[in-house]
């Protein structure tokens, strides 16, 4: 709709800016009727145009992103896209769908938007990408030239992560041994740092081997858990089932039997494919593990307190009016109502970081 319209106003109307202001106001009146979800939906089709086998027959990458840049500027909930956008960045990394100069190319566009925290973390992610392949190789070369480990190091503060609880994880002692050296290794090159391994993040590849006239080798896609049951299975005949999503994975799929209360290896299974997915409950933990938008409230109460402390920092005093006024005009990442900022001056007031003046109620003075 966008390129439609603005292809009009360029060869109908010479480009003239009245029009094209005209253009700009309609659709940011259209995209603000629901802000939230049409910063949804554009980091949603964000994710689509930046896998590295999206094309196009009507526009370069460069065209649509120029385009999705306009279209950031026009809407008012900036923060609940850019929160979207690195959720989705962070899902095409990690599964390694992703084309760095698309990325590279999407980001420093944000950066023109005067959103530098944000765009800075999403820079830092794709870092952390390019720091693990290295850090990687280095790992082969000194330590464990043929450990099956490739760990991806994320900077804390820097993605979309929670981090459920996994006391209950069954670390099998291969996967334990081999983590253990890695964060030896990791401690020698970065000390003071600390590694925490998202379990429910990860995934193993494993072979089989039936060792059977005719029987076909295969490569399974499977879960931490899963790779726990398969590889008791190397040494017994069966595992208690556990009712578990990743256990009825793997009955599903027929790699194991299911009889009474046990799960056995199916000696027949037989698949055209070589490589298997099993996802389980991995895709479960995925939705779990990355952030969602319940924390935004939070996150926007802060910079609203931020705002006003900068703001009567520099100041030192300032009039009600003139301070709510100041504080709409900093705060971009989103609308905020007046009532929002009034609840933040009070709060502040209860934390003492501002007053109000004793002679004049309506003037707050910076307390320092």
């Known amino acids: 709709m966008t390129e439609s319209s603005m292809s009009i106003v360029r060869d109908d109307f010479c480009n003239n800016k009245d029009f094209i202001k005209c253009v700009h106001h309609a659709i940011q009146f259209c995209m603000n009727e629901n802000p939230s979800k049409s910063a949804k939906s554009l980091s949603k089709y964000c994710h689509v145009i930046m896998k590295p086998d999206f094309e196009s027959s009507h526009s370069t990458i460069e065209q649509i992103i120029d385009q999705i840049a306009v279209l950031f500027r026009l809407i008012h909930d900036c923060d609940v896209f850019l929160n979207m956008y690195s959720i989705w960045m962070a899902s095409r990394l990690l599964s390694n769908s ?4 698309r990325e590279l190319l999407m980001i420093s566009k944000l950066k023109q938007s ?12 794709l870092s952390d990408m390019n720091f693990s392949t290295q850090l990687n190789e280095d790992y082969k070369q000194e330590v464990s030239s043929g450990g099956f480990l490739h760990a991806t190091i994320l900077t804390y503060v820097s993605w979309p992560l929670s981090y459920p609880n996994q006391s209950m994880v069954n670390l099998p002692r291969i996967v334990h041994d081999e983590l253990e050296v890695f964060s030896d290794f990791y401690q020698t090159k970065h000390t003071g740092r600390k590694l925490i391994w998202i379990y429910s993040l990860s995934k193993f590849i494993l072979k089989t081997n039936y060792h059977l006239p005719m029987s076909k080798s295969y490569e399974l896609q499977v879960t931490t858990d899963q790779l726990s049951i398969l590889l008791q299975l190397n040494e017994q005949d069966s595992v208690p089932y556990n009712n578990s999503i990743d256990a009825d994975a793997l009955t599903k799929s027929k790699i194991l039997l299911r009889e009474d209360e046990n799960l056995l290896i199916n000696y027949n299974f037989k698949s055209k494919k070589h490589k298997i997915g099993l996802g389980g409950s991995k895709k479960i ?3 779990e593990t990355f ?3 319940s924390g935004l409230s939070e996150d926007r109460k802060y910079a609203l307190q931020a705002a006003i402390i900068r703001i009567m920092k520099s100041k ?3 009039e009600h009016d003139d301070l709510v006024r100041n504080v709409l005009q900093q705060v971009t990442s989103f609308r905020p109502q007046t009532s929002d900022v009034k609840r933040s001056i009070n709060a502040l007031i209860e934390q003492e970081y501002i007053k109000r003046d004793e002679n004049v109620t309506s003037m707050y003075k910076y307390i320092s």
């Open 291 to 293: 952030k969602s938008l």
């Open 285 to 287: 933990a995925v939705q």
């Open 114 to 125: 005067n959103v530098n925290s944000h765009t800075y973390k999403l820079q830092r992610m």
């Open 98 to 101: 992703y084309n760095e100069q």
């Open 316 to 318: 030192k005093s300032m």
